[in-house]
C-alpha cells in the first residue's frame, strides 16, 4: 500500500464505523543531532520513525487512534477504534461540532532547501562543532558547548471531505554556548540564541551562522559577566534585543492567543489565557507600534508549512494590528465553536500524536528606527538580550524574565556590562508601553515549544527586531 491508500483506509474504516468526519496522517521522520563539549564530541543522536494516525468525529466528540504499520487490516482497525473512542466520548451530552467549511484540495509542498543536512558528512557536522567550542574553551570558558539538531518530515493528509495533500518539511539548526564559573555563581554566553537558531530550511542555516567566529567573543563575554555589576533595581526604559522579544511574543502573545486555551480546553498542563472571546476586535493589546501577525508562509521560518495538519492551507492573518487583538490561533472545530470562520493552526509533533491548536510563525512586524536610533534616543535605561530564564502565570498575564547580558544606556549611549538582568510586568501593560521599534527583523526559530497532555513539543517562529519599554520594573529588589 502507498502512503495515501492506508490513510484513506483508515477514513473509510472509521466513516464506516459511524464517524461523520474522518482524517488520517501518515508521517515519516528522520531526527538527527550532535552535541560537542570543549572541543570533543559528546553524543550523536539518529532517529527514524513511521506511522499512521487517524481521527474520527462523533457527535461533539474526537476519537484518536495511532499505529506503527501501513498496511491495510491495521489503517482500518485504526479508523474503527478512532470512531469507537469518538462514540464512547459522545455519550457524554455536549453541543454538535460542525468544523468550519474547507474546500478540498489535492496538492503536494516542500520546503525550499539548498544543501540536504542529513546528505552534509557527519564528519563535516562534527568538525564544525569541535572547532567552535575548542575555540571557546582556548578563549576562558570553563564549559564550552555546541550543537545542531535536523528534521526531515514527510506527510500524507487525507481526509473524509476529499483532501489529498504531501508535504516534506525540512528544517535544522543549532548554535554554541560558553559557560563561565566563578566563586560564587556562573555565566554563559550564548550564540546566535540560547538554545540555537533554526528555520525550515537546509544546512546553509547553519553555514550562515558562522558558528566558529563567534565563538572567541561567547568566552569572552561569559567570563566578563562574572565580575560585572548586578543590573541596579528600578523603573527604567528597557531595550529588548530580538531574540529576547522573540521569547517575549511567544510567551506573552502566542499562548495566549491560542483558542484552545482561550475556550478552557487546554487547561490541565500549560493553562489557560487572560483573553476574552467578547473582547475580540475591541482589545487594546498592545501600543499603536504592535502589529503582530500569524504567517505560516514566511520562507524558511521555523513555523512554516503549505497545509496545516487539517488540511487547511498556510494563509497570513493579523492577531493584533495597530495594538488592537484581532485574531487568534485556531482550529476548524474551535474556530466553529467560537463563531469564527478560520483554522489553520493545527498542528501534530507525530503520528501518534493528536493534531492540537499551535503557534506556527507569531512576529511582530517591523517598526521604522534601528538599534541605534533606540540607543541615542534613551537617556536612561537597560539594554537586555539572549534568554536566560523565563516564568509566566497559567494565563499568560504576569511574568518575569532574566536575560543572559545587559548594558547601561545613558545619554544615549550603550554604556557598561550589566550581569543578571532580569524585568517583570503584566502583559497588556507592557505592550502598551512599546513607545520604539526597529526594522532589524530576524525570524528565531523556537523548536523546544511544549503543550498538549501527553506532551507534545512544536516549531514555532518568532519575527522579532529590537524594541523599547517605558517605564519596566528591571533587577531584583534587596
Known sequence: MTEFDAAAAAVQAALDAGARYADARVMH???????ARNGDVEELTQDESAGLGVRALVGSSWGFHAVPDLSDPAARDAGRRAARIAAASARVPGPRIDPVPAEPVTASWASACEVDPLGVPLSTKGDLL????????????DIAEGLYQIWDTAKWFVSSEGHRIDQRIRECGGGISATSIGTEETQRRSYPSYRGQYG???WELVDSLDLTAHAAR???ESRALLTAPPCPPGETDLILGGEQLALQIHESVGH?????RILGWEAAFAGTSWLELARLGSLRYGSELMTITVDPTLPGALGSFGYDDEGSPAVRRDAVREGRWVGVLAGRDSAAVAGLDYGGSVRADGWARLPMVR???VGLEPGPHSLDEIIAATDEGVLMD???SWSIDDRRLNFQFGCEIGWEVRNGKRGRMLRNPTYTGISPLFWRSMDMLSSETVAWGTPNCGKGQPGQVGHTGHPAA????????????A
Open 29 to 35: 521522520r528522520r531526527y538527527e543531532s550532535m552535541t
Open 130 to 141: 569541535v572547532e567552535a567550542t575548542r575555540l571557546m574553551a582556548d578563549h576562558g570558558a
Open 200 to 202: 525550515t530550511t537546509g
Open 218 to 220: 561567547m568566552a569572552e
Open 256 to 260: 495566549a492567543i491560542e483558542l484552545d
Open 359 to 361: 503557534m506556527t510563525n
Open 386 to 388: 539572549i534568554n536566560r
Open 466 to 477: 529590537p524594541a523599547r519599554f517605558r517605564g519596566v520594573r528591571v533587577g531584583v529588589r
